[in-house]
């Protein structure tokens, strides 16, 4: 099993080619686009690929490719991901977590119960809900609040929640 450094996290999507010469448009998946400028390498089906440049347009990113060199080539990347390892990713601040490492955790409550494992981050305007699936096949919806969610343990793959197990979703 891969462990969670060895994961690699979708930053981007291709577009359609750019000019003549294999350059290529990236619209970025992330919330730090400013990530292009400095980015080498990255993955693209799994396969490693080489970042000789890239510049900003707009909502997109012109990028070359080494080993892309005419419109041709740059034409196998359209509508495919760019993917980075999860080494690379832009640190964030204290409490501060990816939703790629809040999905997937179990979610236990103050007593131990286990209530389920997240599947999904719903956004609202006030704050984000955890789509939490239980082992009945329920879907349990928890807020992200300081007041609900008391503990994140991306290591050891929790969350600590204040919760009833029998309070109604």
Known sequence: MKSATDKKIIIGKFGATHGVRGDI??????????????IKSGYVDDKPIEILHTRYQKNFVVMKIKGVDSREDAMRFTNKLLKIDRADVAPLGEGEYYSFDIIGLRVINQDGFELGEITDILKTGSN??????AADGRQILIPALKKVVTEINIEDGYMKVVWDENQEV
């Open 25 to 38: 448009k990236v619209y970025p998946l992330t919330d730090f686009p400013e990530r292009f400028a400095d």
């Open 128 to 133: 984000d809900v955890y789509i939490t699936k």
